[in-house]
C-alpha cells in the first residue's frame, strides 16, 4: 500500500490543487501558540516540543490503528495519503523560482536581487554569490519538502513523515529561542541519514566521481548540516558551471533540477523493488 500511496501523492502534485487545501497548518500553530504560553512548557521546552510532535502523532497512531484491521487495511489509505501530502514541504518551489529566473535570464541583476529577498528570503553581496545562493535554495527546499518526507514515510511509516514535518515548523515557526533551539537539533537527527542516501543517489545519477570527492570526508560527520551537504553533492554530481548572469545561469538551475527529478525517479524505482521483493 505504501507504494500506491506515493504515487497518488505524485498524481495529486502534479495534476491537483490539493496540497495547498490539505496543508493547513492553523490548527497545529494555535497548539504552538498555547505551547509557548503555558508556564511549565515554556521552560522546559523538550517537554514543548514532545506536545507539538509526539500528541498529534499519538492521535494518528490511534487512527491508523482503529482503521488498519477494517476492510484488509484499505480505510487506511486515505488516511496515508493525506498524512504525507500534508508533511510534504510548504509552498510551490519552482512558482517562486519563475520570477527569478526571468530577471536573471534577460541580465537584469538589480530585479533579481529584488525578487529573491522577496520571494526566496535570500540575499547576496554580489551577483555570483546570489546565483549561488539560489541553487542552494533549490536543492535544500527539494530536499526538506519532498525526499526527507518520502523517505521516512518510506522506512517508518507515516507517523514519522508527520513528526518529521512538525519538528520542521517547530524549527522554523518558535518564537521562543530554547525551544527553536530543540526542534533543529532533533531535526538535525532526523536528517542525517535520508540526506546522506541522497548524496549516494546523486552520485548513482549523475557524477559518481565528483560526489565521492565531495563526500568522502563528511560521509560519518556529524557537524555538518543537511543543507551544506545537500548543496555540496548536488553541485559535484550535477558539475555546477561558475555562476554567471544570463542564460548559462538559469541553465545552471535547469540542470539541478534535472539532477533531482533523476534522484526521484531513482528512489521510486528502489521502492518499486523492494516493494516486490517483501
Known amino acids: 500500500m505504501n507504494f500506491l500511496v506515493l504515487l497518488l501523492v505524485l498524481w495529486v502534485e502534479k495534476f491537483s490543487a490539493w496540497r495547498a487545501r490539505i496543508q493547513q497548518d492553523g490548527p497545529w500553530l494555535h497548539l504552538l501558540a498555547a505551547t509557548e504560553r503555558n508556564a511549565l512548557t515554556a521552560s522546559q521546552p523538550w517537554l514543548a516540543l514532545a506536545a507539538l510532535v509526539l500528541l498529534p502523532v499519538a492521535v ?32 510551490d518551489l519552482l512558482a517562486a523560482l519563475g520570477p527569478f529566473r526571468d530577471s536573471w535570464r534577460r541580465g537584469d541583476a538589480e530585479a533579481a536581487y529584488l525578487v529573491a529577498r522577496r520571494d526566496l528570503a535570500l540575499e547576496a553581496d554580489e551577483e555570483g554569490e546570489l546565483l549561488q545562493r539560489v541553487q542552494g535554495h533549490l536543492v535544500w527546499q527539494a530536499y526538506q519538502s519532498f525526499f526527507a518526507v518520502i523517505f521516512w514515510y518510506a522506512l517508518l511509516g507515516p507517523l514519522a513523515a ?7 515548523l517547530s524549527s522554523e515557526q518558535a518564537t521562543q529561542p530554547a525551544l527553536r533551539e530543540a526542534a533543529v537539533q532533533i531535526r538535525h537527527g532526523f536528517d542525517w541519514l535520508p ?10 545519477v549523475g557524477n559518481f566521481a565528483g560526489v565521492s570527492r565531495a563526500l568522502l570526508h563528511e560521509l560519518l560527520s556529524w557537524d555538518i548540516s543537511a543543507a551544506q551537504l545537500a548543496i555540496i553533492t548536488a553541485r559535484a554530481a550535477g558539475e555546477t558551471p561558475e555562476p554567471v548572469i544570463g542564460e548559462a545561469g538559469v541553465s545552471s538551475l535547469d540542470g539541478l533540477w534535472q539532477l533531482l527529478v533523476r534522484a526521484a525517479v531513482f528512489w521510486y524505482a528502489v521502492f518499486a523493488v523492494w516493494t516486490l521483493l517483501i
Do not use: D, T
Request: glycine residues 8%.
Open 195 to 204: 540526506v546522506r542516501v541522497l548524496a549516494a543517489s546523486f552520485a548513482l
Open 60 to 91: 494518528l497512531g490511534v487512527v491508523l490503528l482503529v482503521l488498519e484491521p477494517v476492510a484488509y487495511g484499505w480505510l487506511a489509505l486515505p488516511v496515508h495519503l493525506l498524512v504525507v501530502i500534508y508533511s510534504l514541504g510548504r509552498g
Open 162 to 168: 508527520l513528526a518529521y514535518r512538525l519538528v520542521a
